[in-house]
């Protein structure tokens, strides 16, 4: 525990490249940010019964949603010795897959419903960094703040709610000493996709009534869904799609049409193409006459044929008649 303490402060105070890594800043976001110390020995706060029901309450949707796919992930990790946590937004576990041999273990380690894994509550931690810097990360047994988590190594991803605000982080942490870094990058492949999986599917449940679009970007792995209306408006997007089209990170959308987002500049808009079909309908009932047709659709004669013009129509159409 000394030699981790010790590490601990002179990476903080040097200035040399691995002091300014990632982990480098975190670790000193944990001391001077949350006041924490390295030493420290105790274990992560645990809500009360009634707050972390309160919590789940919230959640709702949410932790429906996301069960069969903690069920899938720990149905692939779980007998290696790996525990699946669903956290939220504060980074306190809601939900918790884990053998009943290996229970014991994590609740020694505070990895059980109810606890606080937030980086102000026990600095540098999967669960904890993952929130704070929204990004998927690994924190490898003495990559922890606290000496007491030293033994553990943690896989997380943030889970992004369909508003593109942080709803949470999929956890996965093992205290097996034979944990390789190796084995930690493919578990945090699995945890990465199974996060993308349940924001997507949470974007659907809300966006129920909408038809819901994915759009190609090649530049990103993140999930790219908008929700478009019945009036092609774009009233929902992923985080990953606010990104993608600068839509904001967060917050509700102004809607737009989706021919506005998504391009349609080699061809008419939705209004030319509903306008073009109008007159071409009008021009078929009347016969070619254009002035009837004029008549049916409300407007002048001279107008119809400026629209004509502009709508590319009898320029290489069938021979319409001038009466």
């Given at each position: 525990?000394?030699?981790?303490?010790e590490t601990v402060f002179r990476?903080?105070?040097?200035?040399?490249?691995?002091?300014?890594?990632?982990?480098?800043?975190?670790?000193?976001?944990?001391?001077?940010?949350?006041?924490?110390?390295?030493?420290?020995?105790?274990?992560?706060?645990?809500?009360?019964?009634?707050?972390?029901?309160?919590?789940?309450?919230?959640?709702?949707?949410?932790?429906?949603?996301?069960?069969?796919?903690?069920?899938?992930?720990?149905?692939?990790?779980?007998?290696?010795?790996?525990?699946?946590?669903?956290?939220?937004?504060?980074?306190?576990?809601?939900?918790?897959?884990?053998?009943?041999?290996?229970?014991?273990?994590?609740e020694h380690w505070g990895l059980?419903?109810?606890?606080?894994?937030?980086?102000?509550?026990?600095?540098?931690?999967?669960?904890?960094?993952?929130?704070a810097e929204e990004r998927t990360?690994?924190?490898?047994?003495?990559?922890?703040?606290?000496?007491?988590?030293?033994?553990?190594?943690?896989?997380?991803?943030?889970?992004?709610?369909?508003?593109?605000?942080?709803?949470?982080?999929?956890?996965?942490?093992?205290?097996?000493?034979?944990?390789?870094?190796?084995?930690?990058?493919?578990?945090?492949?699995?945890?990465?996709?199974?996060?993308?999986?349940?924001?997507?599917?949470?974007?659907?449940?809300?966006?129920?009534?909408?038809?819901?679009?994915?759009?190609?970007?090649?530049?990103?792995?993140?999930?790219?869904?908008?929700?478009?209306?019945?009036?092609?408006?774009?009233?929902?997007?992923?985080?990953?799609?606010?990104?993608?089209?600068?839509?904001?990170?967060?917050?509700?959308?102004?809607?737009?049409?989706?021919?506005?987002?998504?391009?349609?500049?080699?061809?008419?808009?939705?209004?030319?193409?509903?306008?073009?079909?109008?007159?071409?309908?009008?021009?078929?009932?009347?016969?070619?006459?254009?002035?009837?047709?004029?008549?049916?659709?409300?407007?002048?004669?001279?107008?119809?044929?400026?629209?004509?013009?502009?709508?590319?129509?009898?320029?290489?159409?069938?021979?319409?008649?001038?009466?």
């Amino acid at each position: 525990m000394k030699d981790h303490v010790e590490t601990v402060f002179r990476t903080v105070e040097s200035r040399s490249a691995p002091a300014v890594s990632r982990i480098a800043a975190s670790w000193r976001r944990s001391i001077d940010k949350h006041g924490l110390h390295p030493g420290e020995k105790r274990a992560p706060e645990r809500l009360t019964d009634p707050a972390l029901r309160e919590r789940r309450d919230l959640a709702g949707a949410f932790l429906q949603i996301a069960a069969p796919k903690l069920d899938q992930l720990f149905g692939l990790v779980g007998q290696s010795g790996c525990t699946v946590l669903l956290t939220d937004a504060d980074g306190v576990v809601l939900d918790q897959r884990s053998t009943a041999a290996d229970a014991d273990v994590f609740e020694h380690w505070g990895l059980a419903q109810g606890t606080d894994w937030s980086e102000a509550s026990v600095g540098t931690n999967g669960v904890g960094t993952c929130i704070a810097e929204e990004r998927t990360v690994i924190i490898h047994r003495n990559e922890h703040f606290l000496a007491r988590n030293a033994a553990m190594s943690c896989m997380d991803a943030p889970i992004y709610g369909p508003d593109g605000h942080i709803a949470g982080a999929l956890d996965v942490s093992s205290a097996r000493a034979d944990q390789t870094e190796t084995f930690n990058r493919l578990i945090a492949a699995m945890v990465a996709q199974t996060a993308r999986q349940i924001e997507v599917d949470t974007f659907r449940a809300a966006f129920s009534d909408s038809r819901i679009v994915f759009a190609d970007k090649d530049t990103t792995d993140a999930a790219i869904l908008l929700a478009v209306d019945s009036d092609d408006l774009i009233v929902g997007a992923t985080r990953g799609a606010r990104k993608a089209f600068g839509l904001g990170v967060s917050g509700p959308i102004t809607p737009l049409p989706a021919s506005d987002l998504l391009g349609r500049e080699d061809g008419p808009t939705g209004f030319e193409k509903a306008e073009r079909t109008a007159v071409v309908r009008a021009l078929a009932r009347a016969k070619g006459n254009v002035s009837e047709a004029a008549r049916a659709l409300g407007v002048g004669r001279a107008t119809l044929y400026r629209r004509m013009k502009r709508l590319g129509i009898g320029d290489n159409g069938p021979d319409l008649s001038q009466g």
